[in-house]
């Protein structure tokens, strides 16, 4: 197998030292449950979950019918910490205590438990009339998802924690198949207005949906690195998996679509955007050929996949598999094979594959693994979905606006400031009009307005944010 690892392209908008693994191992507190300690790196020392809220937090992940409770804010904060902090290069220690390791199943299970909740539960509680008038607990649970996807993306480029996953890569594999297929599903309409002005002139539960679209695109985008990540690591990662990349949701093809209709670009307002790093950046003249990191993966997985022997060996490339694989040798011009020089062999590959017939795979007898978490709480509460709702409705998503405060409080203690500010755009726009962003409203200090008429015109809406981070 390629060992592409080493092509200084594929590191180039990676962050050097992103993580360390047994660092800090003497100054954690020991949890039997959970094996993970997350922490943000700060300027003057680390700060990490506490024994008992890592506890409680174990506690909370197990149960899908209890997922958000007030202890889970815990989880999603720290969750949250780690992503504002991964430019600042947050250390994570995975230990081993003479067992194997169940921190990235736990995760799994998790992410998956977040997953059937977004689809069973979720519209049920918004088709409820008593939803709190804040809907921060249920935007909580939705960025839930994506946080977690955003953990997994970081810790599975490492070959030791894809090693630990085992067959819960089963799940995330289908998890990231099904964030892929509706990430193909989203128009050039879908972005055309600024999310500032359709939040405008959208109700609680409206602003709800838009932003469970923008979170899912994000997941998709983040599911195709996953998927890549795991093809880095063939020889270590189990026959079921592999099957599952290559027999059953056939990723070399699905691959092979995204590069021909890429959702990272779109039209935007009239001009053609390419989403990278989380943003959508008009593309220059000079850089409609450039490589994004997102291209880079999928190609690196592609040879990965096809010039694999194990995988020729298991994946059939004949007929119309072999016409929509042949394809990609119009995407291999010399501006691509340039900024990836490895791409040589895929191209002499693909020649030799219009040339010659592949050999059909021989199909012996397939006793084929399931999903087993998918399967597992689809049947554990299969009927059971309206109940969840009606009971997390009464318990969680009801807040007052003490218990609000209380929540907001807990979630604000997880972040360091300067990471934030770290994080924003260079240049702050108004919350009213969308322009330069040039003086900040004196109360809050949150909200940037290009002068005193537009903050006089929002204030109506600005009000109730206003006095709760000011209380």
């Known amino acids: ?177 099904r964030n892929i297929i509706t990430l193909t599903s989203f ?53 079921s998996v592999l099957h599952r990349l290559l027999v059953v949701h056939d990723v070399p093809l699905l691959f092979t679509n995204l590069l021909y209709e890429p959702p990272w670009i779109k039209e935007i307002d009239g001009n053609k955007k390419k989403y990278v790093d989380g943003k959508w950046n008009k593309i220059a003249s000079n850089d409609e050929m450039k490589v994004s990191k997102t291209e880079g993966q999928i190609w690196i997985a592609l040879i990965q996949l096809l010039l694999n022997p194990d995988c020729q060996k298991k994946y059939d490339m004949s007929g119309y598999k072999k016409e929509q694989l042949l394809k990609l040798r119009s995407k291999l011009n ?14 002499r590959f693909l020649e030799h594959l219009s040339l010659f017939d592949a050999p059909i795979p021989k199909r012996g007898v397939i006793i084929e693994q399931i999903p087993e978490l998918w399967e597992c709480l689809h049947k554990q509460y299969k009927g059971k979905w309206k109940e969840i709702a009606i009971t997390q409705m009464k318990t969680y998503f009801s807040l007052g606006k003490d218990d609000l405060q209380t929540l907001c409080k807990k979630l604000t203690s997880s972040f360091d400031l300067k990471n934030i500010e770290a994080m924003l755009p260079d240049t702050p726009l108004c919350a009213q009009c969308g322009g330069k962003g040039l003086k900040r409203c004196s109360r809050c200090r949150n909200e940037w307005y290009c002068g005193r008429p537009c903050q006089v015109s929002h204030w109506t809406k600005h009000q109730s944010a206003c006095n709760l981070m000011v209380n």
């Not at 100054?27 to 506490?50: A, F, I, K, W």
């Not at 010399?334 to 191209?347: A, K, M, N």
Request: hydrophobic fraction near 40%; include cysteine.
């Open 1 to 177: 197998m390629l060992d592409l690892r080493n092509q200084q392209w594929f590191f180039a908008d990676m962050p050097q030292k992103q993580f360390a693994f047994g660092e800090h191992a003497n100054d954690q507190h020991p949890v039997d449950n959970l094996d993970v300690n997350l922490c943000t790196l700060r300027e003057e020392e680390g700060r990490c979950l506490n024994t008992t809220q890592k506890e409680k937090l174990v506690a909370v992940l197990k149960n899908l019918e209890n997922p958000t409770t007030p202890v889970g804010v815990y989880h999603t904060s720290a969750l949250k910490a780690f992503e504002q902090g991964r430019s600042n290069a947050p250390i994570l220690s995975l230990r081993k205590r003479g067992r194997p390791r169940k921190t990235v199943p736990l995760l799994i299970h998790e992410l998956i438990s977040t997953e059937i909740w977004r689809l069973k539960v979720f519209p049920l509680v918004l088709k409820m009339e008593n939803l709190s008038k804040s809907t921060i607990p249920l935007y909580l649970v939705l960025y839930h998802e994506a946080a977690l996807v955003s953990f997994l993306e970081a810790v599975l480029f490492h070959e030791e924690v894809v090693e630990s996953s085992g067959d819960s890569l089963i799940d995330l594999v289908d998890f990231c198949y």
């Open 187 to 239: 128009q050039d309409e879908d972005f055309n207005k600024k999310s500032k002005e359709i939040s405008d002139d959208l109700d609680d539960k409206e602003r709800l949906q838009q932003q469970k679209r923008e979170i899912a695109f994000e997941s998709g985008m983040k599911c195709i690195s996953l998927l890549s990540y795991m093809t880095q690591h063939l020889k270590i990662i189990p026959l």
């Open 334 to 347: 010399d501006v691509i094979i340039q900024q990836i020089p490895v791409l040589r062999e895929l191209l």
